[in-house]
Protein backbone atom coordinates (compact mmCIF):
# COMPACT_ATOMS: atom_id res chain seq x y z
CA UNK A 1 0.00 0.00 0.00
CA UNK A 2 1.27 3.34 -1.34
CA UNK A 3 -1.29 6.03 -0.53
CA UNK A 4 -0.25 9.69 -2.10
CA UNK A 5 2.77 11.75 -1.06
CA UNK A 6 0.45 13.63 2.11
CA UNK A 7 2.40 16.70 2.66
CA UNK A 8 3.86 16.93 6.17
CA UNK A 9 3.10 13.24 7.27
CA UNK A 10 7.04 13.26 7.78
CA UNK A 11 6.50 15.64 10.26
CA UNK A 12 3.32 14.80 11.76
CA UNK A 13 5.04 11.52 12.50
CA UNK A 14 8.27 12.68 13.38
CA UNK A 15 6.26 14.68 15.97
CA UNK A 16 3.93 11.87 17.25
CA UNK A 17 4.19 10.65 20.80
CA UNK A 18 2.75 7.11 19.40
CA UNK A 19 5.61 7.04 17.06
CA UNK A 20 9.09 5.09 18.57
CA UNK A 21 11.86 7.47 17.05
CA UNK A 22 15.13 5.82 18.13
CA UNK A 23 14.19 2.69 18.07
CA UNK A 24 17.58 1.01 17.76
CA UNK A 25 18.09 2.07 21.35
CA UNK A 26 15.40 0.44 22.44
CA UNK A 27 16.43 -3.28 20.88
CA UNK A 28 15.96 -5.50 24.58
CA UNK A 29 14.16 -2.66 26.18
CA UNK A 30 10.74 -2.66 25.44
CA UNK A 31 9.23 -3.94 28.73
CA UNK A 32 10.67 -0.27 30.19
CA UNK A 33 10.00 1.39 26.96
CA UNK A 34 5.70 -0.21 27.67
CA UNK A 35 6.44 -0.10 31.36
CA UNK A 36 5.63 -4.11 32.16
CA UNK A 37 6.39 -6.88 30.66
CA UNK A 38 3.68 -8.15 29.44
CA UNK A 39 3.89 -10.24 26.00
CA UNK A 40 5.26 -8.43 23.23
CA UNK A 41 3.43 -8.89 19.45
CA UNK A 42 4.20 -6.90 16.61
CA UNK A 43 2.72 -6.78 12.99
CA UNK A 44 4.76 -5.79 9.72
CA UNK A 45 3.79 -3.53 7.24
CA UNK A 46 0.43 -3.00 9.04
CA UNK A 47 -0.65 -0.26 6.42
CA UNK A 48 -3.39 1.72 8.12
CA UNK A 49 -3.94 -0.08 11.00
CA UNK A 50 -6.85 -1.47 11.52
CA UNK A 51 -6.13 -5.16 12.63
CA UNK A 52 -3.57 -3.54 15.34
CA UNK A 53 -5.79 -1.48 16.41
CA UNK A 54 -8.43 -4.13 17.16
CA UNK A 55 -6.00 -6.29 18.54
CA UNK A 56 -4.31 -3.93 21.48
CA UNK A 57 -8.11 -2.72 22.37
CA UNK A 58 -9.00 -6.26 22.56
CA UNK A 59 -6.19 -7.93 24.71
CA UNK A 60 -4.71 -4.89 27.01
CA UNK A 61 -2.72 -7.90 28.51
CA UNK A 62 -0.52 -7.94 25.44
CA UNK A 63 1.90 -5.06 23.95
CA UNK A 64 1.82 -4.15 20.66
CA UNK A 65 3.89 -2.53 17.89
CA UNK A 66 3.03 -1.73 14.49
CA UNK A 67 5.85 -1.39 11.95
CA UNK A 68 5.23 0.14 8.62
CA UNK A 69 7.85 1.41 5.74
CA UNK A 70 5.48 4.22 4.63
CA UNK A 71 4.59 7.58 6.38
CA UNK A 72 1.52 8.29 4.70
CA UNK A 73 0.01 5.12 5.43
CA UNK A 74 1.27 5.00 8.76
CA UNK A 75 -0.42 8.27 9.70
CA UNK A 76 -3.60 7.06 9.26
CA UNK A 77 -2.68 4.70 11.48
CA UNK A 78 -1.78 7.54 14.56
CA UNK A 79 -4.81 9.51 13.23
CA UNK A 80 -7.09 6.28 14.44
CA UNK A 81 -4.83 6.16 17.82
CA UNK A 82 -5.49 10.16 17.99
CA UNK A 83 -9.43 9.09 18.33
CA UNK A 84 -9.25 6.48 20.91
CA UNK A 85 -5.42 6.08 22.68
CA UNK A 86 -4.30 2.37 23.80
CA UNK A 87 -1.39 2.51 25.91
CA UNK A 88 -0.59 -0.66 24.81
CA UNK A 89 0.23 0.04 20.90
CA UNK A 90 3.12 1.91 19.74
CA UNK A 91 4.27 2.57 16.02
CA UNK A 92 7.42 2.45 13.97
CA UNK A 93 7.97 3.62 10.76
CA UNK A 94 10.78 1.66 9.35
CA UNK A 95 12.11 -1.37 7.16
CA UNK A 96 11.57 -4.82 8.26
CA UNK A 97 14.29 -5.45 6.70
CA UNK A 98 16.29 -3.55 9.78
CA UNK A 99 13.75 -5.38 12.42
CA UNK A 100 17.02 -7.41 14.32
CA UNK A 101 18.23 -4.48 15.16
CA UNK A 102 15.06 -2.92 17.14
CA UNK A 103 14.35 -6.23 18.63
CA UNK A 104 16.92 -8.25 20.84
CA UNK A 105 16.96 -12.34 20.71
CA UNK A 106 13.71 -13.66 22.17
CA UNK A 107 12.30 -9.93 22.65
CA UNK A 108 9.16 -11.08 20.48
CA UNK A 109 5.89 -13.61 20.90
CA UNK A 110 4.47 -13.32 18.00
CA UNK A 111 5.09 -11.60 14.46
CA UNK A 112 1.52 -10.74 12.42
CA UNK A 113 2.23 -10.41 8.80
CA UNK A 114 -1.30 -9.44 6.92
CA UNK A 115 -1.66 -9.28 2.98
CA UNK A 116 1.70 -8.46 2.08
CA UNK A 117 3.04 -7.03 -0.91
CA UNK A 118 3.72 -9.74 -3.71
CA UNK A 119 6.78 -8.65 -5.06
CA UNK A 120 6.00 -10.60 -8.26
CA UNK A 121 9.23 -10.81 -9.78
CA UNK A 122 11.46 -13.62 -9.14
CA UNK A 123 14.62 -11.69 -8.44
CA UNK A 124 12.44 -9.85 -5.76
CA UNK A 125 11.48 -12.56 -3.92
CA UNK A 126 13.73 -11.74 -0.90
CA UNK A 127 11.63 -8.55 -0.55
CA UNK A 128 8.39 -10.61 -0.02
CA UNK A 129 8.14 -10.83 3.71
CA UNK A 130 7.06 -14.32 4.24
CA UNK A 131 10.27 -15.27 2.13
CA UNK A 132 13.24 -17.64 3.40
CA UNK A 133 15.61 -14.53 3.94
CA UNK A 134 12.50 -12.38 6.07
CA UNK A 135 11.75 -16.27 7.79
CA UNK A 136 15.77 -15.80 9.19
CA UNK A 137 15.16 -12.15 10.90
CA UNK A 138 12.33 -13.62 12.73
CA UNK A 139 14.13 -16.52 13.71
CA UNK A 140 16.23 -13.91 15.69
CA UNK A 141 13.92 -12.03 17.60
CA UNK A 142 11.15 -14.57 18.24
CA UNK A 143 10.91 -16.46 21.68
CA UNK A 144 11.30 -19.82 21.62
CA UNK A 145 7.74 -21.37 20.88
CA UNK A 146 7.16 -18.10 19.22
CA UNK A 147 4.40 -18.11 16.28
CA UNK A 148 4.15 -16.13 12.71
CA UNK A 149 0.53 -15.86 11.80
CA UNK A 150 0.42 -14.56 7.75
CA UNK A 151 -2.63 -13.99 5.79
CA UNK A 152 -2.98 -12.91 2.16
CA UNK A 153 -5.87 -13.99 -0.83
CA UNK A 154 -2.43 -13.80 -3.05
CA UNK A 155 -2.37 -17.85 -4.20
CA UNK A 156 0.61 -17.23 -5.52
CA UNK A 157 2.14 -15.12 -2.57
CA UNK A 158 0.76 -18.17 -0.22
CA UNK A 159 2.45 -21.34 -2.20
CA UNK A 160 6.18 -19.52 -2.30
CA UNK A 161 5.41 -18.66 1.76
CA UNK A 162 4.49 -22.37 2.40
CA UNK A 163 7.70 -23.50 -0.27
CA UNK A 164 9.57 -21.04 1.87
CA UNK A 165 8.96 -22.73 5.07
CA UNK A 166 10.73 -26.27 5.50
CA UNK A 167 14.13 -24.64 3.64
CA UNK A 168 13.72 -22.04 6.49
CA UNK A 169 13.27 -24.75 9.22
CA UNK A 170 10.15 -23.98 9.96
CA UNK A 171 6.89 -25.68 10.11
CA UNK A 172 3.43 -25.47 9.76
CA UNK A 173 0.76 -25.53 13.08
CA UNK A 174 -2.46 -24.42 10.62
CA UNK A 175 -3.10 -24.04 6.91
CA UNK A 176 -6.40 -23.24 5.46
CA UNK A 177 -6.87 -22.05 2.01
CA UNK A 178 -10.15 -20.68 2.65
CA UNK A 179 -9.88 -19.32 6.09
CA UNK A 180 -13.12 -17.79 6.10
CA UNK A 181 -15.27 -20.90 5.74
CA UNK A 182 -13.08 -22.34 9.15
CA UNK A 183 -15.50 -21.62 12.06
CA UNK A 184 -12.61 -22.60 14.51
CA UNK A 185 -9.95 -20.24 13.02
CA UNK A 186 -12.42 -17.88 12.86
CA UNK A 187 -13.13 -17.18 16.47
CA UNK A 188 -11.15 -14.04 17.36
CA UNK A 189 -10.21 -13.57 13.65
CA UNK A 190 -9.94 -9.84 13.31
CA UNK A 191 -10.34 -8.42 9.74
CA UNK A 192 -7.22 -6.13 8.26
CA UNK A 193 -8.32 -3.05 5.51
CA UNK A 194 -7.12 -5.28 2.44
CA UNK A 195 -8.91 -8.37 3.98
CA UNK A 196 -12.11 -6.66 4.16
CA UNK A 197 -11.96 -5.76 0.66
CA UNK A 198 -11.04 -8.66 -0.91
CA UNK A 199 -12.77 -11.11 0.67
CA UNK A 200 -16.25 -8.95 -0.36
CA UNK A 201 -15.12 -9.49 -4.15
CA UNK A 202 -15.41 -13.84 -3.14
CA UNK A 203 -11.39 -14.24 -2.70
CA UNK A 204 -11.06 -16.94 -0.68
CA UNK A 205 -8.27 -15.73 2.30
CA UNK A 206 -5.65 -18.06 2.83
CA UNK A 207 -4.03 -18.03 6.37
CA UNK A 208 -0.82 -20.57 8.02
CA UNK A 209 0.48 -19.99 11.36
CA UNK A 210 4.00 -21.51 11.43
CA UNK A 211 6.83 -21.95 14.33
CA UNK A 212 10.56 -22.79 14.33
CA UNK A 213 11.34 -26.66 13.84
CA UNK A 214 13.73 -26.59 16.56
N1 LIG B 1 -1.64 -5.24 6.55
C1 LIG B 1 -2.53 -4.28 5.91
C2 LIG B 1 -3.82 -4.96 5.52
O1 LIG B 1 -3.87 -6.20 5.54
O2 LIG B 1 -4.80 -4.25 5.24
C3 LIG B 1 -1.83 -3.60 4.71
C4 LIG B 1 -1.48 -4.48 3.56
S1 LIG B 1 -0.55 -3.63 2.31
C5 LIG B 1 -0.77 -4.62 0.89
C6 LIG B 1 1.13 -4.03 2.75
C7 LIG B 1 1.78 -2.98 3.64
O3 LIG B 1 3.07 -3.44 4.04
C8 LIG B 1 2.00 -1.64 2.97
O4 LIG B 1 1.46 -0.60 3.74
C9 LIG B 1 3.52 -1.53 2.81
O5 LIG B 1 3.97 -0.21 2.85
C10 LIG B 1 3.99 -2.35 3.98
N2 LIG B 1 5.32 -2.94 3.79
C11 LIG B 1 5.74 -3.65 2.72
N3 LIG B 1 7.03 -4.03 2.87
C12 LIG B 1 7.43 -3.55 4.07
C13 LIG B 1 8.66 -3.60 4.77
N4 LIG B 1 9.73 -4.21 4.25
N5 LIG B 1 8.72 -3.02 5.99
C14 LIG B 1 7.64 -2.37 6.50
N6 LIG B 1 6.45 -2.28 5.87
C15 LIG B 1 6.34 -2.86 4.67
Redesign the pocket.
Known sequence: ??LRNITGSREAIAASAYVVHEERECRGKWAEIFGNTQPLHI??????G??IHTMARLHPEINYIG????SS?LLRAIQKMEEEEKPNLKFIR????EITQVFAPGEVGRIYL????PWPKDRHAG?R?PSRQFLGRYDKILEAGGQLEF?TDNRELFDFAVEELAPAGWKARVITYDLHKDAALMEGNIM????EKFSALGNPIYKYIICREK
Open positions: MREIGMGKKFIEKYVMDAENFSDRLKTEYE
